[in-house]
């Protein structure tokens, strides 16, 4: 039996994504919105009917309890009315996104949102998220510490955050610190993390600042991270709605709506497998550890198939995979110099044909380009589609990767962080004194250094040696392969 997860959801992007993700799995498991259940489908002769207790008196919602081939109890707490609640705390320094969120869904527990009182946010800085937060140590790890004593064995804790803004950069760095620290060594701890629009200029320009800060904690902490971009997510958008988002947005909590859907669609699909058991992956454990060979390469990138343009209706597994490895549809821009390490490809359907997908597997490994010490595998995990969700489409797709993309995803912030490090601009949001100048830069400083050393090793893992324990060989084929880019630019 797979163990329970604990989610984070950190400031406004946090928890705008993490209200779309809960919406999603609350649909899935027919929960409603006050965490109340509706009966459990099951499929006679491809009707769908509501088990039924025949002369029995008891209540439907127990009814629906009872008699359940899903588990949503790995990620909601089930009270003793029945009532569902999202093993979720939600932090933020001011109060209005989490306000908007228990009022959509009211299922949230009321006694794991922490709030800061002066309710001002962070204001875009991460040191000052990252204070706040260790003022709030205490308050923080007693709302995760109660989280963990309702788990019967529990797995691990997600995070979900923007890398960019105060607070979930900020206190979210903190959080990573905290849980690191207490709850480490024995679970797991992965993020999914939002990087900013930079394809014109950032929306807000110390943004390259915070995120290399925030780099610095997720590097340190984190067993496995998902990116996502949100030039890429308003990109996917476009193509699956047909639809231009930047025109078609009134407000902003229109502008992130659609991308916020993708997200959760992919943390959802996840643990699907976890959720809906089938014969495959019966451990968060086990799919992270597919995901990311060693701990230097755990920057993860997905891909989400055109599950909703009407075009698309009917796709059979052979297609859906092909799809998958369609770069238009990676939540991350990759090019034609991409290595991939290692490749998951959730199939969600009934009835899925293994013959298409054996097709698929190889067409698939013929596209790719691995790197030449990874196992050439392309692998499917066939999730279950929920009872509860009426889709027109017969099959969704989702694909996760570990790929050499990271490099220009990294090298892109580094370049824009160097600029503002050079002339020192707005350097003096981040401290009050002269000695706390001196100490802020060398955070900087290091947190860049430790930001580097992940694009070096994606770039030396492109070698067939990589995996050589030989320290000076490796620092050797790095240069090598830095040398080698050179030349190409040129
Ligand atoms: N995909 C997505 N991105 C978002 C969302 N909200 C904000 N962002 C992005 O996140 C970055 C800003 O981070 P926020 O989450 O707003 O900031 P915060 O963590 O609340 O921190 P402060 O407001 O500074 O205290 C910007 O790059 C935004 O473009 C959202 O709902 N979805
Ligand atoms: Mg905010």
Not at 81 to 87: A, K, M
Not at 325 to 349: A, C, F, H, Q
Request: charged residues 20%; glycine residues 6%; negative net charge.
């Amino acid at each position: 039996m797979p163990g329970e997860t604990i989610t984070l959801q950190v400031g406004q992007c946090g928890n705008q994504v993490g209200l779309q993700y809960w919406q999603q799995l609350a649909s899935e498991h027919g929960i409603n919105a006050d965490g109340s259940a509706s009966p459990y489908p099951t499929n006679t002769n491809n009707n769908f009917q509501f088990r039924d207790l025949a002369g029995s008196t008891t209540s439907e919602a127990e009814t629906s309890t009872k008699y359940r081939d899903d588990h949503p109890e790995l990620f909601f707490t089930l009270s003793d009315s029945n009532r569902y609640t999202p093993r979720s705390i939600l932090i933020d320094m001011e109060p209005s996104v989490i306000g908007k969120s228990t009022s959509a869904l009211p299922m949230f527990n009321p006694r794991n949102v922490h709030l800061s009182e002066q309710g001002n946010g962070a204001a875009n800085n991460w040191i000052n998220g990252y204070k706040y937060g260790t003022e709030e140590e205490e308050a923080l790890i007693n709302l995760i510490d109660r989280e963990a004593d309702k788990c019967n064995n529990l797995a691990n804790f997600q995070l979900l955050h923007s890398v960019a803004g105060g607070t979930g950069s900020g206190v979210g760095s903190k959080v990573l610190e905290l849980i690191s620290d207490r709850y480490g060594h024995k679970k797991l701890l992965n993020t999914f993390s939002i990087f900013p629009s930079n394809e014109d200029t950032s929306d807000v320009v110390v943004q390259p600042y915070n995120t290399i800060l925030t780099l610095k904690r997720l590097i340190d902490y984190s067993d496995a991270t998902f990116i996502f971009h949100n030039d890429s997510l308003n990109r996917i958008e476009n193509l699956l709605f047909n639809n231009n988002v930047q025109q078609n947005t009134n407000g902003n909590d229109d502008l992130f709506l659609g991308a916020n859907k993708l997200i959760a669609s992919v943390t959802a699909s996840l643990s699907n497998p976890l959720r809906f058991p089938g014969y495959m992956y019966s451990s968060i454990e086990s799919i992270i550890s597919n995901l990311v060979p060693t701990p230097d390469l755990k920057f993860l990138t997905s891909a989400i198939a055109p599950f909703s343009s009407q075009k698309h209706n009917y796709i059979n597994e052979y297609d859906m995979i092909l799809e998958l490895s369609n770069d238009r549809y990676k939540t991350n821009r990759v090019n034609n110099d991409t290595n991939y390490i290692t490749m998951l490809n959730y199939l969600i359907g009934d009835n899925l044909d293994q013959r298409e997908i054996r097709k698929g597997i190889l067409k698939s490994q013929q596209r790719t380009q691995f790197v030449p010490w990874a196992a050439r595998s392309v692998q499917v995990v066939h999730g279950k589609k929920s009872p509860f969700i009426n889709s027109s489409n017969n099959l969704d797709g989702v694909q996760i990767t570990n790929n050499t993309s990271i490099v220009d995803v990294f090298n892109k912030i580094l370049k824009q962080f160097d600029l503002l490090m050079k002339r020192k601009a707005y350097l003096n949001r981040y401290y009050s004194s002269v000695e706390e100048e001196n100490e802020v830069v060398e955070l900087f400083n290091q947190s860049r250094e430790a930001v580097k050393s992940v694009v070096d090793e994606y770039k030396a893992c492109k070698e067939l040696n990589y995996l050589d324990d030989d320290e000076d060989e490796e620092d050797v084929v790095a240069d090598d392969i830095i040398t080698q880019d050179q030349d190409m630019e040129i």
